[in-house]
């Protein structure tokens, strides 16, 4: 009688560890197939996506490049191509604007370019 209560037990635990396993992997495939539908979506849309998540305090400043490529990743799996994100950040209603630093070169940053209102 003290066996068949230990294999019951053990049963239970197996139970309880394969369910556990099938919702790991359950989750490992849902994040499999959102990263891959994030990668097939226009990149446009997801620099969008991303500029809204970043306060509008640090925008005014300006954001690099490297940043934005760090954040997002290409469709073969490493960083979004700089000239990519460039074009779509343009779409977007950004410019560049170089800080030149004596003979240190210059830093890149990206601004909202002002709306012009005219009076008139």
């Known amino acids: 009688m003290y066996g068949s209560a230990y294999v019951k037990q ?4 197996v139970a309880a560890n394969q369910a556990k396993d099938e919702l790991a992997r359950a989750e490992q495939s ?11 979506t226009p990149l446009e849309t997801r620099v969008a ?9 640090l925008q005014r400043e300006g954001l690099s490049l490297p ?44 601004r909202r370019a002002p709306t012009e209102s005219r009076a008139g």
Do not use: N, S, Y
Request: proline share 1%.
């Open 10 to 13: 053990l049963q239970a635990a």
């Open 30 to 40: 849902r994040a499999v197939t959102k990263a891959a539908r994030e990668r097939l």
């Open 49 to 57: 996506r991303l500029l809204e998540d970043i306060p509008e305090e």
């Open 67 to 110: 940043a934005l490529q760090a954040a997002l990743r290409g469709r073969q799996g490493g960083c979004a191509h700089a000239g990519e994100i460039g074009t779509a950040l343009r779409r977007l209603g950004f410019r560049r604007e170089r800080r030149w630093r004596g003979d240190d070169g210059f830093q890149a940053m990206w």
